[in-house]
């Protein structure tokens, strides 16, 4: 029963933050295309060679981007999905918490962007802003290759992140199987809103 509440939570608080994003991006210009995705696929990788794969994927990344290249980010903890249960139970309640810390967010802007100008190939753009992530905000930059697609764009996008800095503590036990630098890829098609 409480699986069915927290799915419905977080469905309700998804929504939510989907209608605030669409809210400010709607008062930032009145004529403003907004491109939105509730789809994205994010992954991350921990491992450390010769040891066990510690990955993971989250299909239903949420991020949403204005044709000036402002761009916002929701992605939900619990929905990352690993090989192992187990593996996703430590994750959740012994590095993450996600029952008190259950998003990521990302608020930024992607330089130099106009959604009218862009073209069918990729072309490579750097993203600024905050990341959140277990509470803790950090400024991130990162390249991103973007497209234009019949629907919307591509973006996908390649970075590192440090354990230490959202303070993720790995207990010395596992210490030598997971990574203190964790690569996340992000893979979104955004469609015309």
Known sequence: MYEFWYSIWNFLDMKKFLIILILVFNSLE???????TSDGTTTFDGSKESFEPIKAVNNSSASI?????????LIYIKD???????MQEH?????????????????????????YKLENNFTNFKILGKIEIKGVKKDISTLAKIKKTDTGIYLKASFNVRLTDF???????VFKKIDENIEINLSYNYEKK
């Not at 981007?65 to 980010?73: C, L, M």
Request: glycine share 6%; aromatic share 20%; no cysteine.
């Open 30 to 36: 009145i004529n403003s295309q907004q491109l939105y």
């Open 91 to 115: 994750f959740n309640e012994n590095y993450m918490f996600s029952d008190k810390y259950p998003k990521s967010t990302f608020q930024g802007y992607i330089e130099n962007f106009n959604y």
């Open 65 to 73: 981007i204005d044709d000036e290249g402002n761009i916002a980010a």
């Open 80 to 86: 990352f999905e690993f090989r192992l249960g187990l």
């Open 167 to 173: 303070n993720i503590k790995v207990p010395k036990l």
